[in-house]
């Protein structure tokens, strides 16, 4: 059974840091790409970055230079370390495994999902 558990959501103000991981487990995490999306309330799904099998990294504008994609394959973990944080940010962020690895911005792409873990930015 493929199960993907997100962690490290929380409460930060402007301008701080949170690192969110995505324990996989049930699926060969090394040749899977794995992504990060986001959903605000009252909002559709939408892409964050993502990282392919060999280390290849994709993320949406708003983002760059702010959000850092990684993995560590001998842990079966993805890593979205996010500096800066802004309000715009706050959202539930998802993890997912794409077997293409093609680093995709359509969640339809991804075939695994995570549960979610809600980012919440005060200002």
């Known amino acids: 059974q493929v199960q993907l558990v997100e962690s490290g959501g929380g409460l930060v103000q402007i301008g701080g840091s949170l690192n969110l991981a995505c324990a996989t487990s049930g699926l060969s995490f090394s040749r899977y790409g794995m992504g990060w999306f986001r959903q605000a309330l009252g909002k559709e799904r939408e892409f964050v970055a993502a990282?392919?099998?060999?280390?290849?990294?994709y993320y949406r504008d708003s983002v760059k230079g702010r959000f850092t994609i990684s993995r560590d394959n001998g842990e079966n973990t993805v890593y979205l370390q996010m500096n800066s944080l802004e309000p715009e940010d706050t959202a539930v962020y998802y993890c997912?495994?794409?077997?293409?690895?093609?680093?995709?911005?359509?969640?339809?792409?991804?075939?695994?999902w995570g549960q979610g873990t809600q980012v919440t930015v005060s200002s």
């Open positions: 990282i392919t099998w060999n280390w290849r990294t």
């Open positions: 997912a495994a794409d077997l293409s690895s093609s680093l995709s911005t359509i969640p339809g792409r991804y075939e695994y």
